[in-house]
T-cell receptor, first 114, second 112 residues
Framework: DAGVIQSPRHEVTEMGQEVTLRCKPI?????LFWYRQTMMRGLELLIY????????DSGMPEDRFSAKMPNASFSTLKIQPSEPRDSAVYFC????????????FGNGTRLTVT | SQELEQSPQSLIVQEGKNLTINCTSS?????LYWYKQKYGEGLIFLMMLQKGGEEKSHEKITAKLDEKKQQSSLHITASQPSHAGIYLCGADRGGSQGNLIFGKGTKLSVKP
């Protein structure tokens, strides 16, 4: 089992640029979550999908953020345009609903917007 | 909305000492999860508790959920440098399994 795979591990970009973060969930998991971690606010849920359908996006901070899950094995989180306050570590996690199993997290993408 | 408060925020202990980390919820907990995070890495699942009074152990780490299901503790016996990291508690949001809110974490350092 390869676990949840995120790419890139690190991203440094200039303000105003578009950023795309990628996630491959564990095979067979049907729920996918995007979290953001900062020192000030800790871990915050941005959006989650169930069976590729967005269920709750109330945590997405602004219209600059968007997420897609075109199929069961891939999801993207896009920020356009990026701002310095978006700097954080973004985590993707996956889960198999109805089994009592915990969330499995990827190693995260550390985003720095200058 | 539900909030999780962790204490202490940080902890430095001498190797071999015992320690306890607490997690308090503003609402009844339906599922309580403990994770460990090392710098630059993702969260590693430790244990999940669901029933009031439940206690689980793995190696030298024991987690408990109180009878009222509003507080959990994580206890490490005879701490080792490998226990160092950030410990986070998470809870099912509004009874929705897998959709977790998290405390802000407790940073543990173990001095050899």
């Amino acid at each position: 089992d390869a676990g949840v795979i995120q790419s890139p591990r690190h991203e440094v970009t200039e303000m105003g640029q578009e950023v795309t973060l990628r996630c491959k969930p564990i095979s067979g998991h049907n729920s996918l979550f995007w979290y953001r971690q900062t020192m000030m606010r800790g871990l915050e849920l941005l959006i989650y999908f169930n069976n590729n359908v967005p269920i709750d996006d109330s945590g997405m901070p602004e219209d600059r953020f968007s997420a897609k899950m075109p199929n069961a094995s891939f999801s993207t989180l896009k920020i356009q345009p990026s701002e310095p306050r978006d700097s954080a570590v973004y985590f993707c996690a996956s889960h198999l609903t109805g089994t009592g199993s915990p969330l499995h997290f990827g190693n995260g993408t550390r985003l720095t917007v200058t | 909305s539900q909030e999780l408060e962790q204490s202490p925020q940080s902890l430095i202990v001498q190797e071999g000492k015992n320690l306890t980390i607490n997690c308090t919820s503003s609402k009844t907990l339906y599922g309580l999860y403990w994770y460990k995070q090392k710098y630059g890495e993702g969260l590693i699942f430790l244990m999940m508790l669901q029933k009031g009074g439940e206690e689980k152990s793995h190696e030298k780490i024991t987690a408990k959920l109180d009878e009222k299901k509003q507080q959990s503790s994580l206890h490490i016996t005879a701490s080792q440098p490998s226990h160092a990291g950030i410990y986070l508690c998470g809870a099912d949001r509004g009874g929705s399994q897998g959709n977790l809110i998290f405390g802000k974490g407790t940073k543990l350092s173990v001095k050899p």
